[in-house]
C-alpha cells in the first residue's frame, strides 16, 4: 500500500510537487500505522487538512477513495 502511494504522489500527471510527496506520504502512513480505529480516523484528518491536500483535488479524491475502500 505504501509503495502504491509513494509511486501515485511521484507521478507527475498528478501534479504533487517534490517538496510535498515526502509530508504527504508519511501523514498517510501515519494513518496506517494508528493503533486504535479512532487515533486512524484522527490521523486521517490531519493528513486531509494538510495544505499540499488541501489545495489538490487529485490529492483529495485519491485519498477518499483510499480512505472508503477501507470498508471493502
Do not use: P
Amino acid at each position: 500500500m505504501l509503495k502504491a502511494v509513494w509511486v501515485w504522489l511521484c507521478d507527475s500527471h498528478h501534479h504533487v510537487s517534490t517538496g510535498n510527496r515526502q509530508e504527504v506520504y508519511m501523514a498517510f502512513k501515519d494513518v496506517l500505522l494508528a493503533l486504535t480505529e479512532i487515533e486512524m480516523y484522527e490521523k486521517y484528518e490531519q493528513l486531509m487538512q494538510r495544505t499540499a491536500v488541501e489545495d489538490s483535488e487529485r490529492c483529495i479524491t485519491y485519498f477518499s477513495n483510499l480512505w472508503d475502500q477501507r470498508l471493502d
